[in-house]
């Protein structure tokens, strides 16, 4: 379970913070997504959750632990992070990246042990890319390193789980696939995740509880179904939406003033 | 990959053991062999002497600095995130060298392993502060650079004492700048050979750490390693084992860059393998260089210039035909 509590962060020296007094928690087995504009403090909130940055107000709780009290090696045994996407310096092929997961559990003059191996490989194989194991990791797809990246992330074996708009660079096909795996090895496994995402559809589908930002503040929390409307929606993003729904699935879409000029729609005769 | 790493392992000492059949006084392949005999067992000629006091010492000398020196280079790639700094670039060697001359010029009570030390810390601990951002980024740009205005600055401070010393340390400082092992000795083999192991060994032992910390700051913590203090660890330890090389042999360029390459480019980038294979490469490449240096002319040429001779052509054929895979991007 991860609680957040009366949360506030300020960067070193500005005079508000950027994050105002956040409150929140998600359940055991949980899958929690933050919403926000750009500029609405979501990746402060979310750093801050991570352990990165240090609050000036507020506590996190992993497990019923406060945060702030844990060691590096106690929280990475704790909470994963699923970084967004980046360019390490050196080629390290997928299975040595995804190795580096074991770091909170090797000792410190130690390199990973066989049985760390074995669960790199058994992490590799539940995001379905044990094929890339020696292919070097600057050499692969966008959404191929995010699911490296997800694996990484399950082979530190910890009850949470962070992702950091983990769509961001993916096409449309894979922005479901990845998100689809996501919440398919967190209810296998009882994994309790928070992610941010830009596409309040994408919260639609894959989310238990939905927490929106605006402006440093929480303006909402919920279920998608409580939050997700289109009064809320208009507030945080400041356009008009629209909700279009039938039985079984809503879906959100911003109202455009713009239409795509008539003329353009007719092949001129030649 | 195995074969490679064993015969990586083994060239060194096979370098070694050639070397010492090569020198201007000829010694006949059989009378080294038995000078080495008589080395183990006391008793020796005058080619024995040779043999174990001038030939045995100075190749030892060369490996331990080119280990050093490698090692040093693959360790600060890594923590910087860098694959462009080595000792040499970051200021370290320079930094060593103006506190060696300080001490041959007007500290000689300083022991010259320590006063390297100093200088050479000095020098990285400004290079890197300088190309620190309010954020605590560290461009790679920006670290190159900052490690040439250090270099330069310290360079200058070298001149400006050699300009102030008399005629018998200007000497020595500057052919001890240029890099030699030309009077290499078992009581400099045990002072370079203490802080090189020293130096060394928390690198070796830690090694895997490298390639958790090269991620990135904020990935290696979230990955539970307590980056400030293992890269202080790091830097400190890469410190000291370039240091303690320059202080015996004088400005060496180039190994430290190019020997870490080379052998990412054989085996990959994990550290794992990484840092042992540029200890050994590091160490054959010095031996051999030496062994050319006192060699290829009657004269006792600074194995510097040779390992800049041999090291730029060679290494600009591997970066024109691999080194996109060893550089990432």
Redesign the interface.
């Known amino acids: 379970m991860i609680r957040v509590e009366g949360l506030s962060f300020r960067h070193h020296g500005a005079p508000t913070p950027v994050v105002k007094n956040v409150t929140f928690s998600v359940p055991n087995g949980g899958i929690a997504v933050l919403l926000g504009p750009n500029g609405s403090g979501k990746t402060t909130l979310f ?1 801050s959750i ?3 940055w240090k609050p000036c107000a507020g506590k996190v709780l992993l497990n019923g632990r406060e945060m702030a009290h844990l ?7 704790l ?3 699923v ?1 967004q996407e ?8 997928v299975l ?1 990246a995804v ?3 074991r ?2 559990y ?1 000792g ?5 042990s066989r049985q760390d191996r074995q669960k790199a490989l058994h992490a590799l194989d539940a995001v379905g890319i044990s094929a890339l194991a020696d292919r ?1 990791y ?1 050499g692969i797809s966008g959404g191929e390193r995010q699911l490296t990246l997800i694996a990484r992330a399950l082979t ?1 074996e910890t009850p949470i789980l962070l992702l950091d708009e983990p769509t961001s660079h993916l096409d449309f096909r894979n922005q479901h696939k990845v998100l689809e795996m996501v919440g398919r090895i967190a209810s296998r496994e009882g994994l309790t995740v928070l992610m941010t995402l830009h596409d309040p559809n994408l919260a639609a589908c894959f989310a238990h509880r939905v927490v929106l930002l605006k402006a440093g503040e929480m303006m909402a929390e919920g279920t998608p179904a409580e939050v997700l409307t289109e009064r809320h929606l208009e507030r945080l993003y400041d356009i008009g939406i629209g909700i279009a729904s039938d039985t079984e699935r809503r879906f959100i879409y911003p109202k455009s003033a713009f239409v795509v000029p008539e003329a353009f729609n007719t092949v001129p005769e030649g | 990959m195995r074969i490679k790493t064993v015969l990586l392992i083994a060239a060194p000492f096979v370098a070694a053991f050639f070397s010492l059949f090569i020198g201007g006084y000829t010694i006949s392949p059989l009378n080294v062999l038995h000078a080495l005999k008589s080395g183990l067992c006391g008793a020796g000629s005058q080619e024995a002497a040779i043999v174990l006091d001038i030939r045995l010492p100075r190749i030892i000398l060369a490996g331990l600095s080119g280990l050093a020196l490698s090692t040093s280079g693959a360790t600060l790639q890594a923590v910087l995130r860098n694959p462009l700094v080595d000792p040499f670039i970051l200021g370290i060697s320079s930094g060593a060298a103006f506190g060696c001359a300080v001490t041959i010029g007007f500290a000689p009570f300083i022991p010259l392993q320590a006063a390297a030390f100093l200088g050479g810390g000095a020098a990285v601990l400004i290079a890197c502060l300088i190309a620190r951002t309010a954020v605590g980024e560290m461009s790679r740009l920006s670290l190159v650079l900052s490690g040439v205005i250090v270099s330069a600055f310290f360079s200058a401070m070298v001149s400006l004492i050699k300009f102030f010393v008399d005629q018998m340390k200007l000497q020595s400082i500057v052919y001890w700048l240029m890099g030699s092992f030309s009077v290499a000795d078992w009581s400099q083999v045990r002072s370079a050979g203490i802080g090189i192991f020293l130096g060394s060994l928390p690198v070796f032992l830690l090694r895997w750490r490298l390639n958790v910390i090269s991620m990135g700051d904020e990935e290696a913590r979230t990955l539970g390693v307590n980056v400030s203090r293992k890269r202080l660890i790091f830097i400190s330890a890469a410190t000291l084992a370039a240091t303690s090389a320059v202080a015996v042999s004088g400005i060496i360029g180039w190994v430290g860059l190019m020997v870490p390459h080379l052998v990412r480019m054989m085996v990959g980038p994990d550290h794992r393998r990484l840092i042992p294979l540029s200890m050994a490469g590091g160490a054959t490449f010095m031996i051999l260089a030496d062994t050319a240096a006192r060699n290829l002319t009657e004269f006792d040429i600074p194995v510097g210039i040779v390992t800049a001779l041999a090291g730029a052509p060679f290494f600009i054929y591997l970066m024109k035909r691999s080194g996109r895979e060893s550089w990432g991007r």
């Open positions: 750093k991570a352990g990165l060691s590096f090696r106690e929280r990475a045994r909470l994963a992070v970084p980046h360019a390490p310096p050196f080629p390290y092929t040595e190795l580096m997961g770091a909170p090797v410190p003059y130690a390199s990973p070097p600057t530190q």
